[in-house]
């Protein structure tokens, strides 16, 4: 059994078996929860400094933002072939 791996930038990666929600950071709700996953500690910030595009709930509770736009993200969870999908930013 092969884990699948998702390129959410920058050399980033994530298991895609692991992603239970991806979302735009622009409401307020999920502004709380990446401020209280900032204070519990639970936060993984992949976005090196770049504006937050996509916030990564995991299944473990933990949020990663990234760089990348949702759309990107799920597209790249969506393609079938290589055991690490996507393009790196830059």
């Known amino acids: 059994m092969s884990t699948r791996l998702i390129n959410i930038g920058f050399g980033n990666i ?3 078996g692991r992603i ?3 979302v735009s950071p622009e409401s307020a709700p999920i502004k709380r929860v990446i401020t209280e996953a900032r204070e519990r500690g639970i936060l993984i910030d ?3 400094g770049r504006r937050t595009r996509a916030v990564i709930v995991a299944d473990s509770g ?3 933002l990234s760089a990348v736009q949702p759309e990107t993200v799920k ?3 969506q393609a ?5 999908e996507g393009e790196d930013l830059e």
């Open 20 to 22: 239970i929600a991806i």
């Open 80 to 84: 079938k072939g290589n055991s690490v």
């Open 14 to 16: 994530v298991s895609a």
């Open 75 to 77: 597209h790249r969870l």
């Open 46 to 48: 992949a976005t090196y």
């Open 62 to 64: 933990h949020i990663i």
